[in-house]
């Protein structure tokens, strides 16, 4: 198996390289990759440089570091709590997100600061990831964790629907909706400056926890004997998927499921030890949130069809079929 995790991160690598330059080639305006990538380095031609400044390379980049996020967020909250269901939202931080995007839409601070949007969701998250660990406090179990994000996320999302309930107009309602279904669409550069550094952050930090994940599959106990602080494995695992998560959500929606499903399609690939795993997802949720970014624009052009509910249309059979097959292993 470890023969085997090297060449397949080298092939996501390279998978995930080709996503970005289609990504970058699909759209209403049909330009040949010579054209593109030269209005992007020279920028000679105004508007094909417009296009791909302003609108294709924003998009390319947030899907390949969103993907990143969530797949290696994933990951490592699978390999911390040890349980195969676990994924970003469980720890409220994507419905938390949400909570602050809506108050945005719903107060109309958006119209007044477009910015003020993102933000409010990255404050959103911040506040999910101080009330989890409160909650649960250092070095606690995981079904603590477990409990107090889902307690967190339930209390978002109540609020999220007395936010629809209360809207003033049903526009209002309708723009909180499309929101919340994720998408890449009309999104900047300086969405990616806002989120980029929050995400990065986030993903080094959990990429920095593959060894000590790695001790705790043995048991917390076990871990605790090797040396492994897992107080602090905890608080960083935790932290690193708020900032991750929190900053991805910020800019695109609610977008599920990827954090779920790619764990799971690699780990009989590279194996169950997070050190080799936590690359390799977030290798994979660039390329399957770079993919499904691309089919939106190629299913229904005109349609405008949502990113989250692509991803979700693909993810929940898989969750069923991971629940069933769970089950049958328990008897």
């Given at each position: 198996?470890?023969?085997r ?19 970058m080639?699909?759209g ?5 990759i ?8 020279t ?6 440089a ?5 609108i ?8 390949l570091?969103?993907g990143a996020?969530?797949g ?6 699978q ?11 469980l720890?409220?931080v994507?419905?938390?997100?949400s909570?602050?995007?809506?108050i ?25 990831v ?6 649960a406090?250092?070095g606690?179990g ?6 107090a994000?889902?307690?967190v ?9 007395l936010a629809?309930?209360?809207?003033p107009?049903?526009?209002a309602a ?18 990616v ?11 080094l ?5 593959g ?14 004997s ?18 991750a ?17 790619v ?26 949130l770079?993919?499904a970014d691309?089919?939106?624009r ?8 949502k ?16 629940v ?8």
């Amino acid at each position: 198996m470890k023969d085997r995790a090297g060449p397949l991160i080298l092939c996501l690598a390279v998978l995930t390289l080709l996503l970005f330059l289609l990504s970058m080639l699909t759209g209403p305006a049909a330009l040949d990759i010579g054209t593109s990538l030269s209005a992007i380095v020279t920028g000679n031609d105004e508007a094909i440089a417009l296009v791909m400044r302003e609108i294709r390379l924003p998009r390319a980049l947030l899907g390949l570091m969103i993907g990143a996020s969530l797949g290696l967020s994933g990951a490592a909250l699978q390999g911390h709590l040890r349980n195969p269901l676990a994924e970003p939202a469980l720890l409220g931080v994507s419905a938390s997100a949400s909570l602050g995007a809506v108050i945005a839409l719903y107060t109309g601070l958006s119209l007044v600061f477009p910015l003020a949007l993102p933000l409010m969701a990255l404050v959103g998250a911040g506040l999910a990831v101080l009330v989890v660990q409160a909650l649960a406090g250092r070095g606690s179990g995981t079904l603590t964790i477990i409990l107090a994000g889902i307690a967190v996320s339930s209390f978002a999302a109540a609020m999220t629907s007395l936010a629809l309930n209360l809207s003033p107009n049903p526009f209002a309602a309708m723009e909180i909706v499309y929101w919340l279904l994720g998408s890449l669409t009309d999104r900047s550069m300086l969405h990616v400056q806002l989120s980029a550094p929050f995400m990065l952050l986030g993903c080094l930090m959990l990429l920095g926890l593959g060894r000590s994940l790695d001790a705790l599959t043995l048991g917390p106990d076990a871990a605790a004997s090797m040396g492994i602080d897992t107080g602090r494995v905890q608080f960083v695992a935790v932290a690193g998927t708020a900032l991750a998560v929190g900053a991805a959500t910020a800019v695109a929606g609610a977008i599920g499921f990827v954090g779920l499903v790619v764990p799971h399609i690699l780990r009989p690939l590279v194996g169950s030890q997070p050190s080799r795993l936590l690359p390799a997802s977030a290798l994979g949720g660039a390329s399957m949130l770079l993919l499904a970014d691309v089919l939106v624009r190629v299913i229904a052009p005109g349609k405008d069809l949502k990113l989250g509910v692509l991803t979700a249309l693909v993810g929940a059979p898989f969750f069923l079929w991971l629940v069933f097959r769970t089950r049958r292993a328990m008897l």
